[in-house]
């Protein structure tokens, strides 16, 4: 089991940038995928993005690739998602999520949830 924390949401303007960070418990942090899912209001939880156990391997959802970037550190047992060029579109709850698979996009393969972080993308 991994308990993990989001921060580094907020509210930034269309064009903008935010860095969000998910923190993990526990000593196999590194065994875990490590992914990030979004979910907006009325909508299904959406994957956006999946890094390996090393951070060897990243795979990203068509609407996000080239303007996020999903990375970890885990001597910190932290992952981040870098975004930029933000849209108003990209408005949503952001979870981090670890996986006992090396990637996957599939919520149901995820073990473990944070409790979310709110941006919101003003146009």
């Known amino acids: 089991q991994v308990q993990l924390v989001e921060s580094g949401g907020g509210l930034v303007q269309a064009g903008g940038s935010l860095r969000l960070s998910c923190a993990a418990s526990?000593?196999?942090?590194?065994?875990?995928?490590m992914g990030w899912f979004r979910q907006a209001p009325g909508k299904e939880r959406q994957f956006v993005a999946v890094?390996?156990?090393?951070?060897?391997?990243?795979y990203y959802t068509d609407s996000v690739k080239g303007r996020f970037t999903i990375s970890r550190d885990n001597a910190k047992n932290t992952v981040y998602l870098q975004m930029n060029s933000l849209k108003p579109e990209d408005t949503a709850v952001y979870y981090c999520?670890?996986?006992?698979?090396?990637?996957?996009?599939?919520?149901?393969?995820?073990?473990?949830w944070g409790q979310g972080t709110q941006v919101t993308v003003s146009s």
């Open positions: 999520a670890a996986t006992r698979y090396s990637s996957a996009v599939v919520p149901t393969l995820y073990d473990n």
């Open positions: 890094i390996s156990w090393s951070g060897g391997s990243t």
């Open positions: 526990g000593r196999t942090f590194s065994s875990y995928g």
